[in-house]
Each structure stands twice: as structure tokens, then as C-alpha cells.
């Protein structure tokens, strides 16, 4: 009965430890994100994103026309800056160009297709999920035609924030929200404009 036991217990240990060096496999292949390293300046950044939206009537802008779209952001960016700040609202400075297609559901088929300055500010202390902030500022061509803008040229200005999270140390997968203005800075009438709401998701590649 003893030897028994005995021969159990030394299974049982034997098998605790074998899945005891199985559990340590992936944590030794597999090293902590290191943000630092990620964000290091000189990183290159690739990105694609898509999203939706509609107007909304922020302000009373009496926005009458029911505006809705789908848009297509490519993305190309690069660090020139070390991260800087401490604890968790340090943070990494990303400037960029990116690309602006957006397709008009409604009222009407319509288009908008430009270039655009972008901004984006990622807080990085909080490990490989990443807040950022970003805001956006170029213009373009549409053939948008509603009464609350009605010309070829257009002014495009954004603000927003979301989350990303890096699925390895060089790709992140990110979703948020955008406020969105439209309108042609005066430059013909009518030039009420308006403003929108859209939520997007996206994929980022960061390359040394």
C-alpha cells in the first residue's frame, strides 16, 4: 500500500513538473512588450483604416441633409522623436500624411478624395494596449452636392481617439471615434458645411 502511494505521489510530482517547464515554454519565447523599443524614434509607420459615419447637428448647424458615408484612410507615418513624458502618460508623438476616400451613401452616391496632415499622440505606459489621441487637417476634391455645401473643393478637419492593441511587438490592431467638419472655407456658396460623427478600425505596421 505504502509503495503504492508512493509510486502516485512521484507520478503526480513528475507530472507537475513537466507541465510546470511546459507553462515556462511560451513565457520564454515569447518576451514582454516593450513599448520603448516599438516607438523608438526613426520607426516607420504603415497604416490602413475604415469606418462610417453620419452628419449630426453638433452646434445647431441645422445640417438637412441626411449625410452618410464610408470611408478608406491609408496611413504613413514616422517617429522623429523619442517617446517622453513619465508613468503612464508617457507618450510617442506620430506625424503623417494620410490618404482620405470617402464614399457618400446618402443623400445622393457621391465622393471625396484627398490628402490630409495627421497627428497622433499614443500614451505607452500601459502595455501593449495603446490610447492615442490624433487630429487630422488637409482637403480634396467631391462631387458631393447638398445644400449645406455645393462645390468641387473642400476642406477637411478631424479630431478623435481611440485604442490600439499590438498583437506582436510590429502590428496593432486599433478601433476608434472621429469627429469629422466638412465644408470649402468660403470659397463659393453655399459653405454652411457640416459635421459628423464616424467610428473606425485599422491596422498598423511599424518597421525599423
Do not use: C
Not at 99 to 112: I, V
Not at 180 to 187: E, K
Request: glycine residues 12%; positive net charge; proline residues 5%.
Amino acid at each position: 500500500m505504502s509503495m503504492s502511494v508512493t509510486r502516485r505521489n512521484r507520478r503526480g510530482v513528475a507530472a507537475a513538473a513537466v507541465l510546470a517547464m511546459l507553462a515556462l515554454v511560451p513565457a520564454r519565447s515569447s518576451p514582454a512588450f516593450d513599448p520603448e523599443v516599438t516607438f523608438a524614434k526613426g520607426t516607420t509607420i504603415f497604416g490602413l483604416q475604415v469606418g462610417g459615419g453620419a452628419a449630426n447637428n453638433v452646434e445647431r448647424q441645422r445640417t438637412v441633409s441626411d449625410i452618410s458615408f464610408i470611408t478608406v484612410t491609408p496611413r504613413a507615418s514616422h517617429l522623429f522623436f523619442a517617446p517622453f513624458g513619465r508613468g503612464l502618460l508617457r507618450g510617442a508623438l506620430e506625424p503623417g500624411l494620410e490618404g482620405w476616400f470617402q464614399y457618400y451613401r446618402s443623400p445622393r452616391s457621391a465622393t471625396a478624395e484627398g490628402l490630409k496632415l495627421a497627428a497622433r499622440y499614443h500614451v505607452i505606459g500601459l502595455g501593449r494596449l495603446i490610447p492615442y489621441l490624433e487630429a487630422t487637417a488637409g482637403a480634396g476634391g467631391t462631387s458631393l452636392r447638398v445644400p449645406e455645401i455645393d462645390s468641387t473643393f473642400t476642406f477637411v478637419l478631424e479630431a478623435g481617439a481611440g485604442m490600439s492593441y499590438f498583437v506582436t511587438d510590429a502590428v496593432a490592431l486599433n478601433a476608434g471615434y472621429r469627429f469629422q467638419h466638412i465644408s470649402n472655407g468660403h470659397t463659393s456658396d453655399p459653405n454652411q458645411g457640416f459635421n459628423s460623427d464616424s467610428g473606425v478600425v485599422g491596422v498598423s505596421f511599424y518597421f525599423k
